[in-house]
């Protein structure tokens, strides 16, 4: 039934648009043929096609093809669909199978980073969150993953929002302290929150950026540190920085700007 309902002609057609695809200049004809295996004659029609319907496009007299704005604007679109919590569900899920630890993943939002999505641990001792929970970029891992990865300018109107609430006496409540946590967090390329909002946590956060580089949210995972070793710590920091880089990769993969 599988091989009744396979159409030849469309995976030769998607072949074309991948060989297109891997090529930052466009390639000719012949190359094109040659790499998916169809004849010159083949190959033409469907390139034909593709122009016809604004896929692709033959700018130049040397015959060079090469995808058009119209293309991209697909994964644009899907990625829209898609969003920060979609893409990196499967990651949090892998995260939190893995450590059997809470996880979270936190958005950047204009002035603000919010709580949007918890996995939590079969633990019976852990911390809850909920989504919607707002995250202090001065005290919580989640914020100051991407309040270290902000420009100056963008920093500075959360900062202006920011009150630099104590919560325990490990909070920093002083810019000055706070600015050179940021500054930490930024060259270790991950956050830490310990004990700053809730007394016995320790939580490790990391930034996720969009296709463009931009910080546009963050992962962290936590644990009472009751069950927190030297070596427990470790573990959490090296797979959070791992995760955050994979969602990235996702995320840049499907073309997703924030």
Not at 6 to 27: C, D, F, M, R
Not at 79 to 86: E, P, Y
Not at 215 to 243: E, F, Q, Y
């Amino acid at each position: 039934m599988a091989a009744k309902n396979h159409i030849e002609l469309v995976v030769k057609t998607l072949a074309v648009l991948e060989a297109l695809a891997n090529s930052e200049y466009g390639k000719p004809l012949k190359e094109i043929a040659k790499e998916v295996g169809l004849v010159k004659s083949s190959a033409f029609r469907i390139l034909f096609t593709l122009k016809e319907a604004g896929y692709v496009e033959q700018p130049e007299t040397n015959g060079i093809y090469r995808l058009t704005l119209k293309t991209a604007s697909l994964s644009r679109r899907n990625a829209k669909r898609l969003g920060l919590a979609t893409v990196a569900r499967p990651h949090l899920i892998a995260l939190r199978e893995t450590l059997d630890e809470s996880v979270a993943l936190a958005e950047r939002l204009l002035e603000s980073v919010i709580l949007i999505d918890v996995l939590e641990t079969s633990h019976p001792l852990r911390l809850t969150f909920h989504i919607g929970d707002d995250c202090p970029i001065h005290a919580t891992a989640l914020g100051k993953a991407v309040a270290a990865f902000l420009s100056p300018k963008e920093l500075a109107v959360f900062l202006k929002q920011s009150k630099l609430a104590r919560y325990t006496e490990h909070t920093y409540t002083k810019m000055r302290d706070l600015k050179l946590d940021l500054e930490r967090t930024h060259k270790a390329g991950y956050s830490l929150n310990d004990e700053e909002t809730v007394a016995g946590a320790f939580i490790v956060g990391a930034p996720i950026f969009d296709a463009q580089s931009s910080v546009c949210g963050s992962v962290s995972v936590n644990i009472p540190t009751a069950r927190c070793s030297a070596a427990r710590k470790k573990l959490l920091i090296a797979s959070v920085i791992d995760v955050g880089r994979r969602i990235s990769d996702d995320l840049a993969g499907i073309g997703f700007v924030h």
